[in-house]
């Protein structure tokens, strides 16, 4: 009966990860097909015509490759969101995208920004700072996963990544970066956390008996 609970878990948690990468690709198929460019839809920092990004940003790209790139991250990171963090996901996803996109807004240069880029780096350092912060085995595992698997991409939050390659939205992987700690910051006392080492258990259990 575990092992089915288990294999119903691993699907479940593919669930939204897998239709909302489905959603961006008909969103950009849609797109391209119609002769359309929806880049005005992304985010200008600074400008309330840009505001509307914040929500509508990370479902824009500017082309396959560019969405390519950020499709598979998406599906190993919010697979892992939900899996590790189950019901919890569903909240932090949705934060994770607003918060990402006000900072981009507040800080980024004078441009369009657009794709999911930042929802990927705000995954990434939420996993990564989530499961340090509560000193939970199993998390911290994802953790290192993270570092091994990410790590290299952390230059490209700064603006060295700008002189490399332009189109970059350095200051939207940095404004990931800080979303994903903060969520990590502030949602460290809900979900799966470390269990109590067996003398606290005990302990606990003593004061509760003599309160009796």
Same mark, same amino acid.
């Given at each position: 009966m ?6 119903k ?6 669930f939204?990860?897998?239709?909302f @990468?489905?959603?961006?690709?008909? %969103? ?6 119609g002769g359309a460019?929806? !880049? ?9 015509n840009g505001?509307?990004g914040?929500i509508a940003s990370?479902? %824009?790209h500017?082309?396959a490759?560019?969405?390519? !790139?950020n499709? %598979?991250? &998406? &599906?190993v ?10 019901d919890l996901?569903y @909240?932090v996803?949705p934060v994770?995208?607003i918060l990402s996109?006000?900072? =981009? ?8 920004h657009?794709?999911a880029?930042? &929802? ?5 350092f939420?996993l990564?700072?989530? +499961?340090?912060?509560?000193r939970? @085995?199993p998390l ?8 091994f698997?990410y790590g290299? =991409?952390?230059?490209?939050?700064f603006?060295i ?5 332009p189109?970059?939205?350095?200051? +939207?992987?940095l404004?990931g970066?800080?979303s994903g700690f903060?969520?990590a910051?502030i949602f460290?006392k809900q +979900?799966p956390?470390n ?10 259990e003593?004061q509760?008996?003599?309160s009796?």
């Amino acid at each position: 009966m575990n092992g089915s609970f288990e294999k119903k878990r691993i699907l479940y948690a593919f669930f939204f990860p897998v239709l909302f @990468i489905i959603a961006l690709w008909l %969103i950009l198929i849609v797109e391209k097909v119609g002769g359309a460019d929806w !880049s005005h839809l992304g985010i200008y920092p600074g400008k309330i015509n840009g505001l509307v990004g914040i929500i509508a940003s990370p479902l %824009i790209h500017a082309d396959a490759k560019h969405l390519f !790139s950020n499709s %598979i991250p &998406l &599906l190993v990171l919010a697979w892992c969101l939900f899996y590790f963090y189950k019901d919890l996901g569903y @909240i932090v996803f949705p934060v994770l995208w607003i918060l990402s996109g006000v900072f =981009t807004w507040v800080f980024g240069r004078d441009s369009w920004h657009i794709g999911a880029s930042g &929802l990927v780096y705000s995954l990434a350092f939420f996993l990564f700072f989530s +499961g340090i912060f509560r000193r939970y @085995i199993p998390l911290m595992a994802v953790s290192l996963m993270i570092v091994f698997l990410y790590g290299s =991409t952390v230059w490209n939050m700064f603006p060295i990544a700008e002189i490399v390659d332009p189109s970059i939205s350095w200051e +939207g992987h940095l404004a990931g970066a800080i979303s994903g700690f903060f969520c990590a910051l502030i949602f460290s006392k809900q +979900g799966p956390q470390n269990p109590p080492e067996p003398e606290e258990e005990e302990e606990e259990e003593e004061q509760i008996n003599e309160s009796q």
